[in-house]
């Protein structure tokens, strides 16, 4: 009897020693490129005419920190003019729309995982400047899904 139980001792204690070296992170799931992408800002931009595509990846939904429509850089660094000929002079730098850009965009997006805006006037408003070639810039982060738990007591 003390043999049988000298031989279940040892299997026991070999089975806790092997079970204590064994890594847990093997079975677990890699997450940390699925965090990465969803902690992390985005920014994304369409030239005037465009459509601006946002995507997010799966069981996430856009959220809008920011949103922007005109111009405040040079042609020659973002969306270049269709006259090329245009002189520094001649170009409006400081064109913004007056319109809160962040509702217009966040209302398109809400709750989705993509969405796809136009970059056209007359969605974002007045034209700040109808002259000038403007651009959509839109900062987001793409944030977790709400899941519905149930808690038994």
């Not at 465009?50 to 996430?60: A, E, G």
Request: with cysteine; charged share 15%.
């Amino acid at each position: 009897m003390i043999e049988a139980w000298s031989f279940f001792t040892s299997l026991g204690f070999l089975s806790l020693f092997l079970a204590l070296k064994t890594p847990v992170a093997l079975s677990a799931p890699d997450l940390s490129l699925y965090l990465h992408s969803i902690l992390k800002n985005h920014t994304a931009h369409a030239c005037e005419g465009d459509l601006l595509v946002i995507k997010c990846p799966s069981r996430t939904s856009v959220a809008v920190l920011s949103a922007f429509y005109g111009r405040r850089v040079p042609y020659k660094h973002l969306c270049s003019a269709p006259n090329t000929n245009i002189t520094a002079e001649e170009e409006d730098t400081d064109c913004t729309s007056s319109t809160a850009l962040e509702f217009q965009v966040s209302a398109l997006c809400l709750d989705e995982r993509s969405c796809h805006i136009p970059v056209l006037a007359p969605v974002f408003g007045p034209d700040p400047c109808p002259l000038t070639t403007k651009y959509l810039l839109v900062s987001y982060k793409c944030k977790p899904g709400t899941s519905n738990y149930c808690v038994l007591d």
